[in-house]
């Protein structure tokens, strides 16, 4: 969680929201309403709730993640951000439809991230504008070899 997520005061269903949602997104046409059900609360609840926790940096995205080559295709990709301009770099980078998710690594490449698009060329616009845009090169590294790994974790609450 960022910092502003460790200040956020989350009462015990955003607790549920945010440890038992990390994946399994029910495949319904109405998803937030069957999460609803499952918490207890009306579906807009869990509309209202996932905004502001967005907006509180507690939920960076929402969405499904595919495994590689079943959809489109994906590649890994870093950068060498330097640390007065991370926070607007992955701001940045966040505001790719295309981005899975990213992090930051204690690394000279400190921010990685993972795209997804129809087909390499997309892809390959999608970093050329990242670049351009930061004013970074960024560094692609397509998949080699494929292994799942969960990224969801029990969350610990102070």
């Known amino acids: 969680m960022s910092g502003n997520a460790q200040a956020l005061a989350c009462d015990a269903i955003d607790r549920r929201l945010l440890n038992d949602f990390q994946s399994g997104l029910p495949l319904v046409p109405r ?11 009306p579906e807009s609840g869990v509309i209202e709730r996932l905004r502001r926790l967005t907006r509180a940096g507690a939920v960076s995205r929402v ?18 951000v330097p640390a007065e301009r991370l926070d607007e770099v992955a701001a940045l980078v966040n505001g790719y439809s295309e981005v899975n998710h990213n992090y930051e690594r ?9 795209l997804t698009a129809a087909d390499r060329e997309q892809l390959g616009r999608v970093i050329d504008e990242i670049a351009r845009r930061a004013g970074l090169p960024v ?19 102070v």
């Open 31 to 41: 998803p937030f309403a069957a999460i609803a059900d499952r918490l207890g609360i």
């Open 63 to 80: 969405g499904p993640v595919f495994r590689p080559r079943r959809v489109g295709v994906s590649t890994l990709a870093a950068m060498a």
């Open 106 to 114: 204690e690394h000279e490449y400190n921010l990685w991230f993972v």
């Open 139 to 157: 560094l692609d590294l397509p998949m080699l070899a494929e292994y799942h790994i969960d990224l969801g974790f029990q969350l610990q609450w």
